[in-house]
C-alpha cells in the first residue's frame, strides 16, 4: 500500500492564502510569479502601476504608448495571464509589431 506524504496544513493554508491575494491585486500577481529577464522577480514602478489598472480594469479596450523599454510587451503579457486565470471564458486580442513578436507572445501565454 503506498501512503500519502503527511499533509502540513499550516502551508497549505499560507500556499492559498498568497494565491488569492495575489489574485486579488494584479501588481501583487505579477510580482509573485513573473521574472525578467535576469530571472529576478519583476519590479514595477509608479508609473508600471497605471499600465497594471488600465490593462485590468472595466474598459475592454486599451491602447498603451509608452517609449521603448517600459514594459508594455511585458505587462501586457502578464495581465493577458492574470486576466485568463480569473475567468477563462476572457476574451483577449494581442496586437504585435509582426508575426514573430506574436507568435513568441502566444507562446509566453500558452506556458
Known amino acids: 500500500m503506498i501512503s500519502a506524504p503527511p499533509l502540513d496544513l499550516g502551508a497549505q493554508l499560507a500556499r492559498e492564502a498568497k494565491i488569492e491575494a495575489a489574485l486579488a491585486f494584479p501588481p501583487g500577481f505579477i510580482t509573485t510569479y513573473f521574472t525578467d529577464a535576469k530571472g529576478q522577480p519583476i519590479e514595477l514602478e509608479e508609473f508600471h502601476l497605471d499600465i497594471v489598472d488600465a490593462l485590468t480594469g472595466a474598459d475592454p479596450r486599451v491602447l498603451l504608448l509608452a517609449p521603448a523599454d517600459h514594459g508594455k510587451t511585458t505587462l501586457s503579457r502578464c495581465c493577458l495571464d ?12 494581442l496586437v504585435a509589431n509582426n508575426a514573430t513578436d506574436a507568435e513568441q507572445l502566444l507562446g509566453a501565454i500558452e506556458r
Open 82 to 93: 492574470y486576466l485568463a486565470i480569473r475567468d477563462r471564458n476572457t476574451r483577449m486580442m
